[in-house]
């Protein structure tokens, strides 16, 4: 597959253990966050999002928090197993209505090992 | 959620040539996306497109060398002309539907 996460900073956990994935985010007119899973070979999946009116957004095995006050966001993921194994990006989305644009952070990829 | 379905899939193309990228969407979409993800990094819009506009697009890349239809709410093409070898890339389509945004699962292109 492709070499997805060659160059991208790496977090390695245990199975088992749970995950926490960080990311900062540019322009504090963003409204909207999403966290995408890459598996190699294939284009991003969605994981969950949340609009910038919150801080907490729970998932299955997955929350996610947000600080607009440090523009941070992070990715937790409970109980993490092998099938986690993947390059996660965050994103943000900026515009309204007729024209908007989703822009990603740099990633980080996660090994799970067993 | 949409459903995206991008070809083709790979391609290994001479240089000077163009490739034009397909995507279908199950259903009807306002806006679609074009990005470029270089093996190993994130992705970077090359560009929106609405559907009865012309896309817009994101510095550093022009419409001559990436020009875009939208001739429908469901499908979208992106053409690479006149390739080199700084082409080579992963490129990916994308739309609002459902869930965030639905990815296409990606050409990868190698120019030689």
């Known amino acids: 597959g492709e070499n997805v996460g060659l160059h991208l900073p790496t977090l390695s956990v245990q199975e088992g253990d749970n995950s926490i994935i960080n990311c900062a985010y540019s322009n504090s007119a963003s409204d909207y966050f999403i966290w995408y899973k890459q598996e190699s070979g294939k284009g991003p999946q969605f994981i969950i999002d949340i609009r910038s009116n919150m801080d907490k957004r729970q998932g299955q095995r997955v929350t996610v928090l947000l600080n607009k006050t440090v523009k941070h966001l992070s990715l937790q993921i409970a109980a993490t197993q092998p099938g986690d194994s993947a390059v996660y990006f965050c994103?943000?989305?900026?515009?309204?209505?007729?024209?908007?644009?989703?822009?990603f952070g740099t990633g980080t990829k996660l090994q799970v090992i067993p | 959620s949409a459903v995206i379905s991008q070809k083709p899939s790979r391609d290994i193309c001479q240089r000077g040539t163009s490739l034009t990228i397909q995507c279908q969407v199950d259903?009807?979409?306002?806006?679609m996306f074009w990005y470029r993800q270089q093996p190993g990094q994130s992705l970077t819009l090359i560009a929106t497109?609405?559907?009865?506009?012309?896309?817009?697009?994101e510095s550093g890349f022009v419409i001559d060398k990436f020009p875009i239809s939208r001739p429908n709410l469901t499908f979208s093409t992106l053409t690479v002309s006149n390739m080199s070898p700084e082409d080579s890339s992963i490129y990916l389509c994308?739309?609002?539907?459902?869930?965030?945004?639905?990815f296409g699962s990606g050409t990868r292109l190698t120019v030689v």
């Open positions: 259903s009807q979409v306002t806006m």
């Open positions: 994308s739309a609002r539907g459902g869930e965030g945004y639905t």
């Open positions: 994103a943000e989305n900026m515009g309204s209505g007729g024209y908007q644009k989703v822009t």
């Open positions: 497109a609405n559907q009865g506009s012309e896309a817009t697009y």
